[in-house]
């Protein structure tokens, strides 16, 4: 029994772990600026993922510690896609963002 339990754990984890994970590019927040489409998220830790971004006043001196930012995404066939966000200059520094998904069935409907 012990034999079988230890595979086991390991398929499932790594089903979740080996999950591609895809963000929408947007003009001031996640992605490569000044192109379409959807950029890869490499894991950076269990549920958080980095992907590029606009970063604003980059490279720069300071020390900057990563930010995590929530969104929403949808997840199928071992992909997870994850819509964009902007940012903001009331979300503080924009260097070095984190991201972390949010699975739902589909995207809420936008105002």
Known sequence: MKKLILPLILFICAELVGAQVTI???PLGSGT????????????????????QYMPGYPT????FP???????VQGN??????????????GRAEYLMIRPIIVKEFPAQN
């Open 24 to 26: 929408d590019r947007t």
């Open 33 to 52: 600026p000044g192109s379409d489409g959807v950029e890869n998220a490499t894991p950076w830790d269990l549920d958080i993922y980095h992907a590029p």
């Open 61 to 64: 001196a300071a020390t900057i």
């Open 67 to 73: 930010k995590t930012v929530s969104i929403f995404c």
């Open 78 to 91: 071992n992909k997870i896609h994850c819509k964009g966000y902007n940012w903001h200059p009331d979300m």
